[in-house]
T-cell receptor, first 112, second 116 residues
Framework: LAKTTQPISMDSYEGQEVNITCSHN???????ITWYQQFPSQGPRFIIQ???TKVTNEVASLFIPADRKSSTLSLPRVSLSDTAVYYC?????????????FGAGTRLAVHP | DTAVSQTPKYLVTQMGNDKSIKCEQN?????MYWYKQDSKKFLKIMFS???????INETVPNRFSPKSPDKAHLNLHINSLELGDSAVYFC???????????????FGPGTRLLVL
């Protein structure tokens, strides 16, 4: 059973870089690592996904070490609008089908 | 246009009632999901349909019954509602089902269910 562990909450200030690390010690060989963002009263929204090394898009970067037992979501120069819950996901094979497991998430609060 | 829509947005009802939540996606996706998010913000998958076939059926009470009339719709019917069913229910869709968990899921705005 692949599980993820991430900090419950983090605080930052506008303009800073925020790094949220997720542990997934039991990740399966074929699993991808995905991060979602959820604002209050909205559904989660895909941010970034990777398998190994580094992935960057217009929103964030994802760093994955060689052993893939953890990953770090990096948000450059956060703004107040980045205040949200961030979920790190890996799969969980069950009955032949892989399903994404959402953990408790990390509540990021960005302050002015 | 809303990619994944759910109705109703809010649902307040009495214990013992039967209610349905509807979900529609206009993305042309093959796979749809139902999730439940409790008061502690834990998001748990309940069901998944791929091309109208049920592929994931988590351990939920059989009072919950999903129905997929076509690939664009996945409805959730709940019988004999209980207090513990109060939660936010999210519908999601993805282009396809991938065994690696690689698919990007698109979530609806949620249905806030309150059972009194």
């Amino acid at each position: 059973l692949a599980k993820t562990t991430q900090p419950i909450s983090m605080d930052s200030y506008e303009g800073q870089e925020v790094n949220i690390t997720c542990s997934h010690n039991n990740i399966a060989t074929n699993d991808y690592i995905t991060w979602y963002q959820q604002f209050p009263s909205q559904g989660p929204r895909f941010i970034i996904q990777g398998y190994k090394t580094k992935v960057t898009n217009e929103v964030a970067s994802l760093f994955i070490p060689a052993d893939r037992k953890s990953s770090t979501l990096s948000l450059p120069r956060v703004s107040l609008s980045d205040t949200a819950v961030y979920y790190c996901l890996v799969g969980d094979m069950d009955g032949g089908y892989n399903k994404l497991i959402f953990g408790a998430g990390t509540r990021l609060a960005v302050h002015p | 246009d809303t990619a994944v829509s759910q109705t109703p947005k809010y649902l307040v009802t009495q214990m013992g009632n039967d209610k349905s939540i509807k979900c529609e996606q206009n993305l042309g996706h093959d796979t749809m999901y139902w999730y439940k998010q409790d008061s502690k913000k834990f998001l748990k998958i309940m069901f998944s349909y791929n091309n109208k076939e049920l592929i994931i059926n988590e351990t939920v009470p059989n009072r919950f019954s999903p129905k997929s009339p076509d690939k664009a719709h996945l409805n959730l019917h709940i019988n004999s509602l209980e207090l513990g069913d109060s939660a936010v229910y999210f519908c999601a869709s993805s282009q396809e089902y991938l065994p690696s968990g690689q698919e990007t899921q698109y979530f609806g705005p949620g249905t806030r269910l309150l059972v009194l």
